[in-house]
């Protein structure tokens, strides 16, 4: 007998992603998100801990989603659609997590 636990299945990328996607945002921006999700991503198992899913913090990926977009300066209307994409705050308390780094958020 082993301990091992087995994956069984894969949620692809959060929500997030999805709603992302339906803006046509620019490819740039798209690009570091997605680069961002690859490098935090971490896999939560569920109940049964026969599966799990992707996922990475949603806070965190707000919040760079929201540097991202100042970063590629989309235009503030653009802006304004990709910040109302989650109801759930940016970062935690001013901060977010790039895999070990601690970034400030402006
Ligand atoms: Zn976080």
Do not use: W
Request: charged share 25%; hydrophobic share 40%; aromatic share 8%.
């Amino acid at each position: 007998m082993t301990n091992q636990i087995q994956i069984h299945a894969y949620e692809p990328r959060p929500n997030i992603l999805s709603k992302l996607a339906k803006l046509a945002l620019p490819q740039q921006f798209m690009e570091k998100i997605y680069s961002y999700i690859e490098r935090n991503i971490f896999l939560k198992l569920i109940k049964d801990k026969s599966q799990a899913i992707e996922i990475c913090c949603p806070a965190c990926l707000k919040a760079h989603i929201k540097k991202t977009a100042v970063e590629v300066k989309l235009p503030s209307e653009v802006s304004r659609k990709v910040f109302n994409i989650t109801n759930g705050n940016a970062g935690h308390m001013g901060y977010y997590l790039d895999k070990d780094k601690l970034i400030k958020l402006d």
